[in-house]
């Protein structure tokens, strides 16, 4: 699969208003908080927000007409002990919901400085060879979510009895472990993949988590880094309560009793920069390893829940299934959280998505626009009906929570909703693109956003002479299901003559990117060795 340019970036269905005004304590900088988004998970009528700037978690409530506001901060420290102190950052860069826990998980990466425009040659050296190792990034938690009979609504808590059963406590707690020494570094330090890789800071293509779910009593997480020769990688945990209160531990549940299982995808060379459930797949947001201009793509991996041993995810069981907006108005605007969304006026779920550095048109006053994408449609043959069928009836689901509001709809790329990969929403009625006649949509205005330049003609790829692919294995001639938003998708690379591992062509790595989005193939094109292709 080859990556697509501007032309194909899949527009929005709807926009929410993130009200991410100043925190009443005053212990975080408000501008910190919108400039630095990194995870998001919808619970019932709350969106939970983590930063990769701070130590907070940040909590905005339904407030109606597609706002989201009554903004509060909450210490992470508060509920758990972190290993650094309480003032220094986590990272959060995942958080999941397995109710009654919200699941956090910070980068597990060390970090590089990075030089300032201008800086003389003293001072760039200077920075890029100081390499921080920051022990709070270092975090795997749970935190139990209680309903609060004073302020109203979920706050996180240190223990609370549990709302299903009363003589049951519910207690926050991380994995065992200080710091850069916790159980999931040393569970890894002898991994032959990884191993070499822990010691990288994470935007060098180290050892940098940055996606997280939960589903099935175990937890996906995804990895920006390493990609190796193109293959991403998720690993696959269990975490379990130890004697000791307040802390967790890894079960064996890999190969020869390792304590986790690896799964291989072929994200055409991006590493994992979200990842969420529906049911028994996986979404997966994949995004550049290093400080790349390059696509923010989502790809639908099939059958993910239901491994039960280490797994490879290519061809048809990992398909692109749209591009999201990225770069559009120069470096910025980066895709970094993902959840599954509830509002009225969707059937069924969408897909809702938060940006770090967001772009200057996302940004009014204090408050942010956060887009919300159709998922895949299961009408024709997208992500499988049963799975579809299961979230599309319009209730809350468990780990979704209620519906929720949105701002504004319009036609996506337009035709249908099953034609936009949309989530089933309703016709639309008066003016072409227009809101539908119905009293939740009455008065919510369209989006400002521009519509998506169309994509050129393109000339038919021939197919390579020695083409061989395993029999079952050959993708759809319209290179995608229908109903899927899909690029075109050339032909496979033919695999290397007496080889077992398919090599890639020599290609430009981005053949349609639009030189004015700064890309430079000198200055950014992965420099491989003579013969590695």
């Given at each position: 699969m080859t990556a697509t340019g501007k032309g194909t970036m899949t527009q929005p269905l709807a926009t929410i208003r993130l009200e991410l005004d100043a925190p009443p304590d005053g212990s975080v900088e408000a501008k910190d908080i919108r400039e630095s988004l990194s995870a998001v998970m919808q619970v019932g009528r709350h969106l939970w927000l983590g930063c990769d700037e701070t130590a907070t978690l940040e909590r905005l409530t339904d407030l109606g007409d597609g706002r989201w506001g009554a903004h509060r901060t909450f210490k992470i420290a508060d509920v758990l002990d972190l290993p650094a102190g309480a003032d220094d950052e986590v990272d959060v860069e995942g958080l999941a919901w397995d109710p009654p826990y919200l699941w956090l998980i910070g980068s597990h990466s060390r970090k590089r400085q990075k030089p300032e425009p201008g800086d003389d040659v003293k001072a760039v050296a200077k920075a890029l060879a100081d390499v921080d190792v920051d022990d709070n990034r270092y975090m795997l938690a749970r935190i139990p979510l209680e309903e609060d009979a004073e302020s109203g609504g979920l706050v996180p808590r240190r223990s609370c009895p549990d709302p299903h059963d009363p003589s049951k406590t519910l207690t926050a707690a991380r994995l065992r472990g200080k710091g850069r020494d916790n159980a999931l570094m040393r569970a890894v330090s002898e991994d032959p993949h990884l191993r070499k890789f822990i010691r990288l800071p994470g935007k060098d293509n180290g050892f940098d988590i940055e996606g997280l779910s939960s589903a099935g009593g175990r937890l996906f997480l995804g990895l920006r880094g390493p990609v190796l020769r193109g293959w991403?990688?998720?690993?696959?945990?269990?975490?379990?309560?130890?004697?000791?209160?307040?802390?967790?531990?890894?079960?064996?549940?890999?190969?020869?009793?390792?304590?986790?299982?690896?799964?291989?995808?072929?994200?055409?060379?991006?590493?994992?920069?979200?990842?969420?459930?529906?049911?028994?797949?996986?979404?997966?947001l994949a995004g550049p390893t290093m400080d790349v201009h390059a696509p923010a793509t989502v790809f639908h991996?099939?059958?993910?829940?239901?491994?039960?041993?280490?797994?490879?995810?290519?061809?048809?069981?990992?398909?692109?299934?749209?591009?999201?907006?990225?770069?559009?108005?120069?470096?910025?605007?980066?895709?970094?959280?993902?959840?599954?969304?509830?509002?009225?006026?969707?059937?069924?779920?969408?897909?809702?998505?938060?940006?770090?550095?967001?772009?200057?048109?996302?940004?009014?006053?204090?408050?942010?626009?956060?887009?919300?994408?159709?998922?895949?449609?299961?009408?024709?043959?997208?992500?499988?009906?049963?799975?579809?069928g299961a979230i599309g009836g319009g209730g809350a689901k468990e780990g979704a929570g209620a519906a929720g509001s949105v701002e504004a709809f319009d036609g996506g790329t337009g035709g249908s909703a099953d034609e936009r990969g949309g989530a089933g929403l309703p016709e639309t009625g008066g003016e072409e693109g227009g809101a539908p006649d119905t009293p939740e949509f009455r008065g919510l205005s369209r989006s400002e956003d521009p519509e998506p330049e169309p994509e050129p003609e393109r000339e038919p790829v021939p197919e390579p002479e020695g083409r061989h692919e395993p029999e079952g294995s050959r993708e759809p001639e319209s290179g995608h299901e229908p109903g899927l938003v899909s690029p075109p998708q050339p032909p496979r690379p033919p695999a290397e003559q007496g080889g077992d591992e398919p090599r890639r062509q020599e290609q430009e790595p981005y053949p349609n990117w639009p030189q004015e989005q700064g890309w430079d193939r000198n200055r950014d094109q992965p420099k491989w060795e003579e013969g590695e292709g």
């Open positions: 991403a990688i998720v690993l696959e945990l269990q975490p379990v309560e130890t004697k000791k209160g307040g802390r967790l531990k890894l079960a064996p549940i890999g190969p020869d009793g390792r304590k986790y299982r690896k799964h291989y995808l072929d994200l055409d060379g991006l590493g994992v920069r979200e990842i969420t459930h529906v049911g028994n797949e996986m979404l997966v991996w099939r059958g993910a829940v239901s491994a039960e041993a280490d797994s490879v995810a290519a061809g048809r069981t990992l398909r692109r299934v749209m591009e999201l907006p990225h770069d559009v108005e120069g470096p910025g605007d980066h895709p970094e959280g993902m959840c599954r969304f509830q509002a009225e006026g969707l059937r069924g779920d969408g897909l809702l998505v938060v940006y770090d550095s967001p772009a200057k048109r996302r940004q009014r006053g204090g408050d942010l626009r956060a887009d919300i994408f159709g998922m895949p449609s299961a009408a024709g043959g997208g992500l499988l009906s049963r799975i579809i």
